[in-house]
Nanobody, 110 residues
């Protein structure tokens, strides 16, 4: 099965941190750039970050300086490290390659 499997997320207070993980099988992880999108309530899905197979990264301006993306080749896993979280970061976060992960809820609230 060529599925992306996400983990992490949850409820965090403003200013807190979370890390999302996305595991992919070799056929995806070794061949495709991977990234993260998010969908806030009532809004379209927005791009957040991308990491290439060569480890080049791009981060959306809205989260630059607070979020980072990385990959662990030994674990076939891509991470989204989220710091200084704000209420507006509350969203369903999706991992993506040529397909989509199942989505992970992140809620930032006191």
């Amino acid at each position: 099965q060529l599925q992306l499997v996400q983990s992490g997320g949850g409820l965090v207070q403003p200013g807190g941190s979370l890390r999302l993980s996305c595991w992919a099988p070799d056929l995806i992880f070794l061949r495709y750039d991977m990234g993260w999108y998010r969908q806030r309530p009532g809004q379209a899905r927005d791009w957040v970050a991308t990491i290439t197979t060569g480890r080049d990264t791009e981060i959306a301006n809205s989260v630059k300086g607070r979020f980072s993306i990385s990959r662990d080749d030994a674990k076939n896993t891509v991470y989204l490290e989220m710091n200084s979280l704000r209420s507006e970061d509350t969203a369903l976060y999706y991992c993506t390659a040529f397909n989509w992960g199942q989505g992970t809820q992140v809620t930032v609230s006191s």
